[in-house]
């Protein structure tokens, strides 16, 4: 859960600034309760609710059903503009989200109190009213405007300003922890050396094919190997789905596209098309029907849906129509069977409507009905499931430890004849170009062990020989190494402490944050959450 203090794309527009929430809302926002809490002199809430309803529970705050569907409306706005996903999967992030944002605001707000930061209403006024979206003609759009808006958009004013309140909370928090973060000269000094060091180098690559075993393992080696990697072998969700296709093309041949249709479709697309009506009228005539037969499929497929009220209903019902059902046996969401049905069908196959017996969705080929047969939970691959993978990383171990083996005993005898190396290792020398951190090499990509040893040998002796992640072995020998005086680029310089600067803030608010989270008890009211999606 600690993951849920990270600082992801999505959150990092969100849950800080008054600014930022505005972004979210896609709207201009205003002030109505602060304003009659000025004329009166009483102040709003804090937006905690300590009734009875409750959607979470984060230590000692409890946040209601509204403020949790308010959030989530704010996150799914958010998440709509910058697409990618839909169905379960946009349901499932906008969800995690919205925890995510809850849990780390509330976080916030408690230590900016504990820290004696206050927020008065004045400043939330001025916060709103100063927002672009609520200007007109140079000044604020009043306060009945701005309550019509917010009840267009759903938005309750209180849980509104509370969240303008917290976040200008949060925000001087945040610039507090920041007021802490230092950074030296001789920091800035060796990061600019790390970055502007450049270093060319001459290499050798052993595949571990090249001495790959061809025994079959044992089967203690295959036990132990399985029992030694714990993390690995883990398998997704499986669902065994029967499911029938309403077929498009056959749809095609039962609808009739009239004149008229092609016309009105090539006149609103006359520039896609390109070309004259009579030169493209065909094609025009062939996406009418198709799209017809589209909304045909799915017409039947609704149909045939609404009989099958439990899944042995629909063998009978697709013999009865003449169709055949599919047994797609247990498939999991990565598997190429699963994708070869086409996104939509693959996703409603993992992410059935709850209460429904039958699902229905697009394929390939036109709209499917399914049922699910069987669902097997993700985790660990058993030993027999697990076996063949086994089999292949035992026998690419081995080649690595070979290919390392003989690397080693290549080095020892050559010296810092690198050419030496090549040939007995039944290989050739390749050169890198000069390349800075970070940079790939030519044939060899970037690989992290590599880029270590290279930086690290001295120039002109051979390195000891590293392994890459595709189980490589590399021997290396730096031809070249050229690193620029320190304080060359003031402007490099002034960059360079900045970014020093940003990571140790960020690192600071994260250490905060995981320490406060460590000692917070989260609930989760799952019965009113679940609505919002498995």
Partial sequence: MLQTLREKPIIRKVVL?????????????????VFSDLLSGGSSGTGMSTGQGWAMTIGPDTISPAQFQQEIRFVSNEANRQGGLSGADFQALVKRETVQRLVRRTLEVRAAREAGLTVSDREVSDSIVSMPDFQRNGGFIGAAEYQRVLDREGID??????????????????????????????????????????????????????????AQPAEAEIKSWYEGNPDRYQRGEARRVKYVVLDTKEAEKQVTVSDDEVRKLYEANAEKFGGTFDSKKDEVRSQVA????????DRQAAVFKANIKAAADLDPAAAKKGLKAIDTGLIRREDPAAAALGPEFQNAIFSPTPGEAA????????????????????????????????????????????????ARQAVAAAGSDLEAVARKLGASVQSSPLVSKGEPVPSLGYEPAVESAAFAAPLGKIADPVATAGG????????????????????????VRTDLRHNREAELLQSILESAYKKTELKTNEEFIRQFGS
């Avoid at 008054?18 to 896609?26: K, R």
């Avoid at 945040?174 to 790390?194: F, I, W, Y």
């Avoid at 985790?379 to 003989?406: F, H, N, P, V, Y």
């Fill in 157 to 214: 004013v209180t849980t509104f300003e509370s969240r303008i309140r917290d976040g200008i909370l949060c925000e001087k928090w945040e610039n507090l922890v920041r007021a802490g973060a230092v950074v030296t000269d001789s920091e800035v000094d060796e990061e600019m050396a790390h970055r502007n060091q450049k270093i060319k180098f001459d290499y050798v690559v052993v595949g571990p094919d090249k001495f790959s075993a061809a």
């Fill in 472 to 495: 490589s072995v590399v021997v290396l020998k730096v031809a070249e190494k050229t690193s620029p005086e320190a304080g060359a680029n003031p402007a490099a310089r002034d960059q």
């Fill in 359 to 406: 699902g229905q969705a697009r394929t390939t080929t036109g709209s499917a009905v399914f049922v699910v047969l069987e669902a097997k939970p993700a985790g660990r691959a058993t030993l027999d499931e697990a076996r063949a993978d086994i089999i292949s990383d035992l026998k690419k171990d081995k080649g690595r430890q070979a290919a390392m083996s003989a």
């Fill in 17 to 33: 600034t008054a600014v930022l929430i505005v972004m979210v809302l896609g709207i201009g926002v205003g002030v109505t309760a």
């Fill in 290 to 297: 198709f799209s017809k037969a589209l909304e045909e499929t």
